[in-house]
């Protein structure tokens, strides 16, 4: 099972960035992203099942980000607009088999910087 974060990079705040998880190995029942900054803990940001598409975010980011899948590609996006200098962190993605919210999977982290 592979997980393959890719798409952080440095943007001034109100930017946008599209990350993207390209999974592989066997079959999920939904990807998340999540984020850690600095000093402080990891926190969930979206997620989305892989059949049916249903989605759910934090509040933190709920208007200005969006998930997606394509599931030809078996890739999951995560499309940041607006974005503040508080969305700094490290983002990583993550599948889970279940519909029990307990990731399984992790991949790396991409780092996104929002300069303010």
């Known amino acids: 099972v592979q997980l393959q974060a890719s798409g952080g990079g440095l943007v001034q705040a109100g930017g946008s960035l599209r990350l993207s998880c390209a999974a592989s190995g066997r079959t999920f029942y939904a990807i998340g992203w999540f984020r850690q900054a600095p000093g402080k803990e990891r926190e969930f940001v979206a997620d989305?099942?892989?059949?049916?598409?249903?989605?759910g975010y934090a509040e933190s980011v709920k208007g200005r980000f969006t998930i997606s899948r394509d599931n030809a590609k078996n890739t999951v996006y995560l499309e940041m607009n607006s974005l503040k200098p508080e969305d700094t962190a490290v983002y990583f993605c993550a599948a889970r088999v279940t519909s029990i919210h307990l990731y399984n999977y992790w991949g790396q982290g991409t780092q996104v910087t929002v300069s303010s």
């Open positions: 989305i099942r892989w059949s049916g598409g249903n989605t």
